[in-house]
């Protein structure tokens, strides 16, 4: 399956110059751990980071710093890794585990960011899968004990 028809395509972004004190209040706002950081929030929006509330913590509230004061795009880790939306789900899977990341950007042809994956999405699909397996189980042994009193 393609990873495009199974992301969340409901991203809450900033800009790269946005506060740290405005990206922890669209995360409130919004009740997610993580903002998708764009260069701009006008025109075409290509993710370049990823904050995440631990980064507040690790890199801003540890250090004393001034959220208002400190940009999201110094605290953003520097190599984003991204999928395209024709990517396969186990392939994007693997790619997470390679990389050690929970959250990974989807985007579209021209780079465009078009949804997001996170582990908790991966584990809620597997959850289904498996929930459909044992439901399978359990109709082959309802169907042989009817087949064979």
Sequence with gaps: MPIGEFCNREVVIAARDSSVL????????????DLVI????DGPRRPV????DRD??????VNELDPAAVR????????????????GVFDTIALMRRKGIRRVP????LGE??????????IGLLAEEMNEVVKLVA???????????
Excluded: S, W
Aim: aromatic letters at 2%; charged letters at 25%.
């Design 56 to 61: 507040v913590v690790v890199e801003v509230v």
């Design 49 to 52: 980071g990823i904050v995440t």
């Design 38 to 41: 764009v260069d701009a929030l």
């Design 22 to 33: 405005e990206a922890a209040r669209l995360m409130r706002q919004y009740h997610v751990g």
């Design 139 to 149: 109709r082959e042994q309802a169907r042989e004990g009817e087949a064979r009193p």
């Design 106 to 109: 989807v985007v579209n042809e």
């Design 113 to 122: 960011l078009a949804g997001i994956v996170t582990v908790d999405d991966v």
């Design 72 to 87: 999201v795009d110094e605290i953003m880790g520097q190599a984003l890794t991204t999928v395209r939306l024709t990517d």
